[in-house]
């Protein structure tokens, strides 16, 4: 079956950076565009970053644009997502999801499976 696992996060101070890794398995990860997503306490999850599934087109939040990076390495079936210049508004579980085709797609009903989510936590 399909499963997502996420790793990475952690506890970092503003200013600082964080590389969330998610490593995918029980498809062919090639197919798909994949995705970050983050849920912030008392918050609906919401979009990151997603990436096609040749690496060659990427869709940012505007709040996160010039600060994040998504990647993927499809012969390790794994999807990145590189975080500077965090703030304490970054703060929120991560997710990473795969999307119902090839395209960056930046909406969550285009996501048909999730990870468990990985803790990132931003101290002023």
């Known amino acids: 079956q399909v499963q997502l696992v996420e790793s990475g996060g952690g506890l970092v101070q503003a200013g600082g950076s964080l590389r969330l890794s998610c490593v995918a398995s029980?498809?062919?990860?090639?197919?798909?565009?994949m995705g970050w997503f983050r849920q912030a306490p008392g918050k609906e999850r919401e979009f990151v970053a997603a990436?096609?599934?040749?690496?060659?087109?990427?869709s940012y939040a505007d709040s996160v644009k010039g600060r994040f990076t998504i990647s993927r390495d499809n012969a390790k079936n794994t999807v990145y997502l590189q975080m500077d210049s965090l703030n304490t508004e970054d703060t929120a579980v991560y997710y990473c999801?795969?999307?119902?085709?090839?395209?960056?797609?930046?909406?969550?009903?285009?996501?048909?499976?999730w990870g468990q989510g990985t803790q990132v936590t931003v101290s002023s």
């Open positions: 999801a795969r999307s119902r085709g090839p395209a960056a797609y930046i909406t969550k009903a285009q996501y048909n499976a």
């Open positions: 029980g498809f062919t990860f090639v197919s798909y565009s």
């Open positions: 990436m096609s599934w040749n690496g060659g087109s990427a």
